[in-house]
């Protein structure tokens, strides 16, 4: 077994272990878990990903887009992406150190309006997971990476449509306890293509997570006289969500494959695309196969497809269809299917 | 990337091309520059198109037919990704690839694996060069979906079979050399057992073709009528009363590659190149992304099957899985399409992009049908699923 293998078993088994139906629900009503993200942090799984020079655990971004896998698995309620793969990579990337404690960060989109003036940031970020619980909110802002104490800061709690914090932040002349230039690579469209990949691997876990549950539902499920998933029309959903996995599942892999390799705004944009529709056509067919259980807070299929509804849409602002689309558009006829085959390569 | 989770349930492992597929990959398109030219012709759609022997011959020189069979029959004894790539191309360029498709994607590999040393030196070198065209003698009046329902029966002989039955909807009859028949050669309590495989003449005594035409108009369907013909001991295929467990195995051969999301590719291209610069706005930009998007990983699922079947593996699930998919996903993008036009369709428009959707439009539905009904491929997909 190689070091990631066993990094994702051991990431399995805690995960298996510490993420309960109780600890999910106690999660939403505060959002937030001390216990679990204690546990995850001993693991160091935060910093997977990250060079240990700045604070990080080292290993591969393959590895911390893997353990975002297991994450999305376990429906995992805790801004683990946020603080490694996104907010620590701001600061690391930019020659900044990063604090042993949770991180948030968000691209901004169309409606926020921070500014930064070389000393302080003043302005609104809407959307920001998990604010109200992290020591800092990290951001980029007129070419700055800059660390917000999360004392300085007004925080609106809101919610996304899984009950997980996604927060107003309100700064007034703020001064950041660390900031720098953006290291080299990092801009607004290289944080949104990264926020839209680790949604991309937190979804393609959840949609095989929603197949394996729908699986064992269908097979232990019993009405008129035998398990449901012996009937066709019931096969026929298991089918359709089995698809669906499997393309959130490549996709997610070779977008994963080509990020690390450093030329993936092709994939990475088609990766989200498909995991939108996929979440969107699995989810459905799963509550239908579920019944009324399914629409329970009781069952475990809702902390799946309403974490799936929502990141279908984060980081998605942008439109990657059309971003596509307009690439297609340029390169013309003869261009397609070299682009089917041939994705971002250096070029894109 | 290793997903601990979902073991037992359906799996494809991410792969890509070596660099020596690459190279095959540039050799065929620098073939296809030459012999194809984009924006020169018709494109056919998928298998639907043009049969072309002419076109097959110079395939079959490249020694891009019959690529996995065996040296010694002339094959190229190449892997299933190899034949991946090759395919691929042609399809995306809609090359003419009737004449030789059947028998290159199946009719050989069924001869090569059950059949006897002389039938492998008689057909397949003319399967290898592009000489020989195949028709697929499944489907009857009263067997569809239900092939185990065929009554075309083989009745022994001295020195072999004589064979009367129809065949229906048998692709290509017309104008190819031999058909795989399944046939009914024996009364069994198991309605899976006495059926056997014959290598059959169409030019023989007693064969008569008639052709049934197509939704739109064309010639690729035809009635099969098979009157006391005689089938020589020599063009049984496999074994007496194996036909279904070979019939079976020949299906598997027919799912799960790029001609099942690629037939409408070409009507997508022809409107990107007929489109005047700077008149796609949008909403053309979202679906041609989303299209894009689709095909990547479609194509990346498989190659993802292909590989699998390069490492022994047998992906039947897999491929009726993606099968289902895809070609599902072909006849959506004509709705596609179309949504972004203001046209009534017409076969006699001087645009070439709207003469191969008219032609697309009727002949889609066969997509879902052809090879194993998207309701077979349901069933036979569900069981990968089953706990």
């Known amino acids: 077994m190689n070091n990631g293998a066993l990094l994702d078993q051991a990431v399995g088994e805690l995960f298996s272990r510490e993420i309960t139906p109780g600890v999910l629900a106690d999660a939403e009503r505060d959002g937030w878990s001390q216990p679990l993200w204690s546990a995850i942090s001993e693991m160091g799984l935060p910093g997977v990903g990250l060079p240990e020079e700045h604070g990080g655990q080292g290993g591969s971004v393959a590895d911390s887009l893997a353990v975002l896998r297991i994450a999305g698995w376990h429906a995992l309620p805790l801004p683990l992406a946020e603080t490694g793969l996104l907010g620590g990579w701001l600061l690391s990337s930019s020659g900044l150190p990063i604090p042993a404690t949770p991180l948030t960060t968000v691209a901004q989109r169309d409606g926020d309006d921070l500014s930064w003036d070389g000393a302080t940031v003043t302005g609104v970020l809407r959307g920001?997971?998990?604010?109200?619980?992290c020591s800092h909110v990290v951001a980029l802002v007129d070419g700055a990476v800059v660390q917000l104490s999360r004392d300085e800061l007004t925080v609106t709690a809101a919610t996304n449509l899984a009950g997980e914090p996604r927060d107003t932040i309100v700064c007034d002349h703020v001064t950041p306890v660390a900031w720098a230039a953006a290291g080299v690579g990092v801009d607004l469209e290289s944080l949104r293509l990264r926020g839209a990949l680790t949604r991309v691997c937190l979804m393609a876990g959840a949609i095989e997570r929603v197949l394996d549950v729908t699986v064992r539902h269908t097979d232990e499920r019993r009405q008129f006289g035998k398990p449901i998933a012996r009937f066709q029309a019931v096969q026929a959903h298991l089918v359709h969500i089995a698809q669906q996995a499997a393309i959130a599942s490549m996709a997610a892999d070779v977008a994963a494959r080509e990020y690390a390799r450093g030329h993936a705004a092709f994939e990475v944009w088609a990766a989200k695309t498909m995991c939108g529709e996929a979440a969107r056509i699995a989810t459905r067919a799963a509550h239908q196969a579920h019944g009324a259980m399914g629409m329970t807070q009781e069952y475990v299929l809702h902390h799946l497809t309403r974490r799936l509804w929502s990141w279908t849409r984060e980081y998605?602002?942008?439109g990657w269809a059309r971003r596509i689309g307009d690439v297609v558009i340029e390169r013309g006829a003869d261009g397609l299917y070299p682009l089917i085959t041939a994705g971002s390569g250096p070029r894109l | 990337m290793a997903v601990v989770h979902n073991r037992g349930i359906l799996r494809f492992a991410a792969t890509e091309l070596t660099t020596s597929e690459l190279a095959l990959q540039a050799e065929v398109r620098e073939f296809l520059d030459h012999e194809l030219p984009g924006g020169s012709r018709r494109p056919g759609l998928g298998f639907n198109a043009p049969a072309d022997r002419e076109f097959s011959r110079k395939l079959g020189a490249r020694g891009w037919l019959g690529m996995a069979l065996p040296k010694r029959y002339g094959g190229g004894e190449r892997t299933a990704v190899e034949r991946f790539v090759v395919t691929e191309e042609l399809l995306s360029r809609g090359a003419p690839v009737g004449h030789h498709w059947v028998a290159d994607r199946q009719s050989g590999a069924v001869i090569a694996r059950f059949g006897t040393e002389e039938q492998k030196t008689t057909f397949l070198p003319g399967v290898c060069s592009g000489e020989l065209g195949?028709?697929?003698?499944?489907?009857?009046?009263?067997?569809?979906?239900?092939?185990?329902a065929v009554r075309t029966r083989a009745t022994r002989v001295d020195g072999g079979w004589t064979v009367n039955g129809t065949k229906v909807w048998t692709t290509g009859a017309h104008r190819n050399d031999f058909m795989v028949t399944l046939c009914r050669t024996d009364d069994s309590e198991d309605r899976h057992a006495g059926l056997t495989q014959l290598i059959i003449d169409l030019r023989a005594d007693g064969v008569t073709v008639n052709p049934i035409p197509f939704i739109d108009g064309t010639h690729d369907f035809n009635e099969v009528v098979l009157d006391d013909v005689?089938?020589?001991?020599?063009?049984v295929l496999g074994d007496v009363g194996q036909g279904w467990s070979q019939n079976t195995a020949e299906l598997a051969f027919e799912r799960g590659g790029p001609d099942r999301y690629l037939s409408?590719?070409?009507?997508?291209?022809?409107?990107?190149?007929?489109a005047a610069p700077g008149s796609l706005g949008a909403e053309s930009a979202r679906f041609l992304g989303h299209a894009t998007a689709t095909w990547w990983v479609l194509r990346n699922l498989s190659l993802s099957i292909a590989r699998?079947?390069?490492?022994?593996g047998s992906p039947v699930q897999e491929a009726a899985l993606v099968k289902e998919i895809g070609t599902r996903f072909e006849q959506d993008l004509l709705l596609g399409v179309q949504s972004l036009l203001d046209i009534e369709p017409?076969?006699?428009?001087?645009?070439?992009?709207e003469q191969l959707l008219?032609?697309?439009?009727?002949t889609a539905p066969s997509n879902t049908i052809r090879g194993g009904t998207t309701e077979i491929l349901l069933s036979v997909a569900a069981k990968g699923l089953a706990r």
């Open chain 2, 134 to 148: 195949f028709s697929i003698g499944m489907s009857e009046p009263d067997a569809g979906s239900d092939l185990a």
């Open chain 2, 264 to 274: 409408t590719y070409p009507v997508i291209e022809q409107f990107l190149r007929e």
């Open chain 2, 230 to 235: 005689f089938i020589a001991d020599s063009r």
């Open chain 1, 128 to 133: 920001v997971p998990w604010a109200r619980h």
């Open chain 2, 308 to 312: 699998a079947i390069d490492a022994g």
């Open chain 2, 358 to 362: 008219c032609e697309a439009i009727l």
């Open chain 1, 316 to 318: 998605e602002d942008i």
């Open chain 2, 346 to 353: 017409s076969p006699e428009s001087q645009s070439l992009f």
